[in-house]
Structure formats: C-alpha cells, structure tokens
C-alpha cells in the first residue's frame, strides 16, 4: 500500500482532498478529517495454522503493552487518542494488577473448547443412584455452583474497572465468566434430572472471603485461583475418578479443562504481580495467612467434606471409612499442591502453613 | 492423585444437611433440543420470585441455611427489573452460536484494497473495537449486581460480555490484517451523563444498550453484505449480527416484560426512548449517524471508492432508513408503540425526509 513518511512513522496516503469528494445535491461535502490519522499503518497479520489469533496481533505499536496506562477512555491499543474525551472509572490501569502473558493465547483455547451441556453431555447415561449417593452428588453439584456463582460475581465487580490497554486480560476473564456460567447450567441439570434436586446452600466461608477481597483484582485472585481454585481443581479430579456414568465424567471432565486455563491465567497473574511489584510477595503472605485460616475452616465444616466422602466411598457406610480416607487424600494433594504453587510463585508458604491445613499433609 | 492409603479407621460423618436440601424427585428430560434450561424449570425451581429474598448467593431452589453469611449486596432484586420470558432461549442459542474469529472467518479472502477503502474500514474497526465491550463492561457489572434467582437472564448477559469480547477482537484482527492499523478513536462512549455506563437503573442500562445503541448497530452488520469487501469481512459482519440480535433481543423483551408487569414505570421509559431518540441519527454511538465520522467511511466502503462518495451516500441513507424502521418496529414489540402514533416520538418523520 502507497504510505507516505511521517516522523518516521507509516501513515495512509490517502488524506483529504485526494480526490472524489465534491458537492452534490443532498449530499453534504465530506471532511475526510480522520484520514491519515494512524500511529501506525501497514500492519499485515497472516493467517497461521491455527487462524489469527489474538497474540498474532503483538506487532509493532499493537504489541507494546505499557507497564502504565494512563488512558481512562476506551482507546484501543495502538490507536490515536482524541483530545477531550472524558474519563470513565477504569482504576486498574498497572500492568501489574492485573497481567498474565497467558491471557491472549487462554482467550483463543477457550473459543476453541467450547462445549454445550444441553447437546453434548449424554443425558440418557444417567442411571438412579443409591439416595444417599445421589444427595450426595446435588449437594457436591450445588457447592460448586456456588464456588463458580462466586467467581462470576468477583470477575464481574473488577472487569469493567480493567484499562483498555490489557484488552486480553478483560477478554479472557470473558471467556472465564462464561464458563461459570456453563458449569453452573450444567450442575443444575445434573442436580435436576436424576431423581433428585439441589442441596443445602453454603455457608460461605471462603466465599465471603473471595467475594469482600476489595484490595485488587490481585487479591480476589488469590483467593479464587491460588487458594480456593486450587482445591477445586483437586474435588473436579476427585469426582472425575468417581464418575458414575457418561455424563457426569463429560461435566467433571470438561470443568477440569475449563478451570485449568482459570488456574493458569490465576497463577501466571499472581507470579507476575509478585515479580513486578515491590513488596507485594510479603503482602501475599500476609493474605494468604488469612486465607488458610478461612480455608481450614470451610475444610472442617463445608458440607463437601461428607458428600465427597459418600460419593468416594459409594454411601455412607462407605463413607465413614474408604470414602472419607480418599477425601483426605484429596484435601492432602489440595495441600501439597497449593504450597508447590506459593513457592513457584515466590511466596513460599511451607514453613508458615497454618497448622489446620498442615494436618492434611499426612494423607 | 494417587492410591489411598487404606486405614482400618471409622470416621464421623454428618448427614444432617440431607434434611435441609432442595425439592426432591426431579427428573427433567431432554426435549428435541436437548437438556435445556427450559426443561429445568420444575417445581420450585421454576419459581421466579417477584422479589428476591436472597442475599446469600444460594442457588434459586437450593435449601437455605440460618447461618449462611449475606454476601450478596444485590441491587437487582424484583423480577420485574430485569426478566424477559425467553432468557433460557436466547441463552442455549449464544451456546450453540459461538464462533471462532480465529478459525472461523476466511481471513485467506482478504485481499489488498485501495488506500481509501483501507482507511475506511480501518477506522470503522478502529470505531467498534472501541465501543463493542461497552456492551462487554457493563452488562458484566450489572451481573454482580443481580441475585442469582434471577439466573436466566443473568446467564444471557455473560453471554452477551462473551460476544462482545469477541467483537472486540475480531474488529482489531481486522484492522491489523490487511496492511492498514488502527486509526483515531471516536470517544463515542464516554462518560456523559445519560450514557450507557452510567446508568444506575438496569432497564434504564438495557434500553440505552440493548434498543437504541445495538439495535443501531446490529442494522449496520445486517447490511455488512453490502459494505464488506471481501468474504472474510462479510462472514465477520453476518456472525457479529447473529450474536447482536440476541442482545437486542433481550432488551427487546426485558422491556416487554417490565411494561407488561410493572405499568408504573412506562412514562419513565418513555423519557429514555425520547433521550435515545433525540440522539438516534445525530448521535456518535450511531457509527452510520449524521455527526459520526465513520459516516464517511461507510459511504466510501458503500460507494467502493472515495471517487464514489455520492453514490455511497446513497446507499447509507437506506442503511439510517433501515435503521429507524427496525428501531420503530423493537419499540412497537416492546409495547411502547404507541410514541409513533400519537406524536410523542419524531422518529416516524425522520424516517419520512430521511430518504
């Protein structure tokens, strides 16, 4: 395309008065004023093997992602701003608060493993249970509907206050709300087609914990993906292991994958925010001290603890024994894994575990 | 996880919450379109409060607790504030209606155009990656602000926020694909009062949302057969109006509902659409509108060339035409249609001269 230089910059050739415009009858005489006016022109992102994606776009200007960004307007990154446009509340506007190099190529995987629990999860697999396995299964259905209703409302209060200019973060947090909003469609008709229904809501410990983090989107991210995400990833496991039939293997199955791209976005943001901001590892620490007390406690009275327990042990008699040794186990590898993940992070927390949680790591 | 290891061990277990669960005995069947969340709706599951008790975020039917903690500062609690009766429908269909902009649009039939039609669609991308996650940021914060017995409509929004996440993106892959880049935001949406953002009524939100700014809007993808250039840009505007015409959809039938089953608030809608009309064709938001510089741009896109302005001016003045008849046509289904026969609403004469 013919460009013409411009302080060292590409920009349209095609500026006012290049021709074609006149006055006609009813037509009124263009300005053609926004031509030429780019900051950078003569970008060409090819297709790959996998389409364009949205990281294809990192080029020139378009991939300069600032460490500040000032802007409380919706400028795209990389276009021209416009002298006196008002501002509107975006108040996370460092890098920091809210970055994961992730974000853009998670967005695209999650478009890609879309799935619809009304067509694809093979309803007619579903078999009557035993009732107190089958309680057990709505009460695990119900909590976690809960702990996915939680996440949407924590995403939703801090996404419309993310900047423009992390435009991949605010599209991958799309992606991650409607992937609550798909779990929680998908538990409900499970609870509702089998015999059975909902159980007993939550008192909501650590729900209130995610749901009161006001600090920073950093914080409730420590506590929906570093704390409570990394315990459900074990129960989604927990209950894939224990599927009872096709449909819920297709349910726990396509969770585990949707919560892995949450949990990588969640980790990569948190270790971003700990190695760009000073003194945020020991802010960490103090957050998590709190956060493990909050957990500890929902561990020892959540109703989870028993239905997961009947649901591994195929009833309660089972349940009083091999079922409440697997979610023992379970909570064990929640453990272990959650300090796996503090020390890649760069907030090792082994030597400072609460000792509630400590006590797991028998199992 | 690894094997368990086996203890000759007996453990408390307490049941008692097996005494506090939901209505027992569903067994919902999947219809001819599968399991939908129409087909959930039994017993009192199907029960939609008028106004939501339900400060604890428990899921509408579940057993309540005494001592659950009240989490749940919802200001969005009467059904009649954000209901419409076919939620679950417009929801299964942005299910079964996703795309992919990366893989799903022919970005291979893009071909190099002449400088002017590049600018012109560059700053008409430029113009709704701008402005597409308006619809993305406030419906999300509306969501927050919802009791979740309300969960159909709630689950359309997020949804929605999906869709125009993916407008967002698709217009910027568009813009950075075929040697031009972004141009000069419009600052179309900022925050003036009576704007979208600042709304602080949620069907005062979705009429400005929903019936004005992406009825607008989704007119315009309608016509993308007649200003796209190439196949890719075509598929991208008929995918994007797919998805829009759940959105005003929505809106469409929030309003239907809200003028149905609460009367009382129809003089103050009314308010709104005289805002929203007063501003239909001379607004910025309205990216084919009188004022709006992408105005321009469309007429060189409609015309296929700057030396064809006039004959694309042409062609935008059906597209404004169009765009009024289909406004008038939502608001007459929302049961406000009245405005155009009694002289309230000027909209029946702009459509008259705007020829």
């Not at chain 1, 500026?15 to 780019?38: R, T």
């Not at chain 1, 890609?112 to 309680?135: G, M, N, Y």
């Not at chain 2, 669960?21 to 999947?30: T, V």
């Amino acid at each position: 395309m013919a460009t013409k230089a411009s302080q060292g910059m590409a920009v349209p050739a095609a500026m006012p008065d290049a021709g074609g415009a006149h006055g006609v009858e009813g037509v009124p005489v263009p300005s053609f004023e926004w031509m030429g006016l780019s900051a950078e022109w003569g970008v060409r992102v090819k297709p790959g093997e996998h389409g364009i994606r949205l990281s294809d776009l990192n080029v020139g200007i378009y991939g300069e992602v600032p460490e500040v960004w000032d802007d409380q307007t919706r400028r795209p990154r990389g276009a021209l701003p416009r002298p006196g446009v008002p501002p509107l509340p975006y108040n996370l506007r460092n890098k920091h608060q809210m970055w994961a190099d992730s974000a853009a190529n998670l967005y695209e995987e999650a478009i890609q493993r879309r799935w619809i629990p009304a067509t694809e999860v093979p309803w007619d697999s579903l078999k009557p249970l035993p009732d107190d396995v089958e309680r057990a299964v709505c009460q695990v259905c119900t909590e976690l509907t809960q702990y996915a209703n939680t996440e949407i409302e924590i995403i939703t209060y801090w996404q419309d206050q993310m900047s423009y200019g992390y435009y991949e973060v605010k599209q991958f947090l799309a992606t991650a709300t409607f992937d609550c909003a798909r779990l929680i469609e998908a538990l409900r008709k499970r609870a509702l087609s089998n015999g059975g229904g909902l159980g007993q809501e939550s008192r909501g410990l650590v729900n209130r914990m995610i749901l009161e983090s006001r600090g920073g989107w950093t914080e409730s991210a420590v506590y929906l993906y570093l704390v409570r995400g990394t315990y459900m990833m074990q129960v989604l496991r927990g209950l894939l292991n224990a599927a009872h039939n096709d449909a819920e293997r297709m349910i726990y199955g396509k969770a585990i994958e949707d919560w892995s791209r949450h949990l990588t976005y969640g980790y990569d943001h948190i270790k971003y925010s700990v190695s760009h901001q000073a003194g945020q590892a020991d802010i960490l620490q103090t957050l998590l001290s709190l956060g493990e007390v909050m957990m500890a406690a929902e561990l020892q009275e959540s109703t989870m603890r028993p239905a997961l327990a009947i649901i591994f042990g195929g009833g309660i008699k089972g349940g009083r024994t091999i079922g409440m040794e697997t979610y023992l186990h379970l909570v064990g590898e929640f453990v272990r894994n959650y300090l796996a993940t503090c020390e890649w992070i760069g907030v090792p927390r082994a030597e400072m575990l609460h000792p509630m949680l400590k006590k797991y790591l028998e199992y | 996880m690894s094997e368990a290891p086996v203890k000759q061990q007996e453990y408390e277990l307490d049941t008692s919450w097996m005494q506090h669960m939901g209505e027992w005995g569903m067994k919902a069947e999947p219809g001819k379109r599968g399991l939908t969340l129409t087909e959930i709706q039994l017993g009192s599951y199907g029960e939609i409060p008028e106004i939501s008790k339900n400060m604890s975020g428990r899921p509408r039917g579940a057993g309540e607790r005494p001592d659950a903690y009240r989490v749940g500062a919802y200001g969005v609690r009467a059904k009649s504030e954000i209901w419409l009766s076919n939620a679950t429908f417009l929801y299964e269909e942005a299910l079964q209606r996703q795309w992919s902009s990366a893989t799903d649009v022919p970005w291979h039939t893009i071909e190099a155009l002449p400088d002017a039609m590049e600018e012109a669609e560059c700053l008409l991308c430029t113009f709704f990656n701008e402005v597409e996650f308006v619809a993305g940021d406030v419906p999300a914060r509306w969501v927050a602000n919802t009791t979740p017995d309300f969960l159909e409509p709630r689950h359309v929004l997020l949804a929605q926020v999906m869709d125009e996440s993916r407008h967002m993106d698709v217009f910027r892959k568009r813009a950075l694909a075929n040697g031009g880049g972004l141009m000069r935001m419009s600052g179309a949406t900022s925050g003036f009062v009576g704007s979208i953002d600042l709304a602080r009524d949620f069907t005062e939100m979705s009429t400005r949302l929903h019936i004005s700014g992406e009825g607008a809007v989704l007119t315009m993808f309608r016509m993308g057969e007649l200003f796209g250039q190439n196949e890719a840009e075509k598929v991208m505007y008929r995918l994007c109006a797919q998805d829009e015409a759940r959105h005003v959809a929505f809106g469409v039938m929030h309003l239907r509902f809200l003028s149905e089953t609460a009367p009382e608030r129809r003089e103050e809608i009314e308010f709104y659409l005289d805002e929203a009309e007063a501003q239909i064709l001379s607004g910025v938001q309205n990216p084919a509108g009188t004022q709006a510089e992408t105005s321009e741009a469309l007429a060189i896109l409609l015309g296929g060339g700057k030396e064809h302005y006039d004959e694309g001016h042409k062609k935008l003045l059906v597209i404004r035409r169009r765009q009024l008849k289909e406004y008038m046509q939502r608001v007459k289904t929302a049961g406000f249609g009245a405005r155009f026969e009694n002289g309230r609403s000027t909209v029946p004469q702009q459509y008259e001269s705007a020829i």
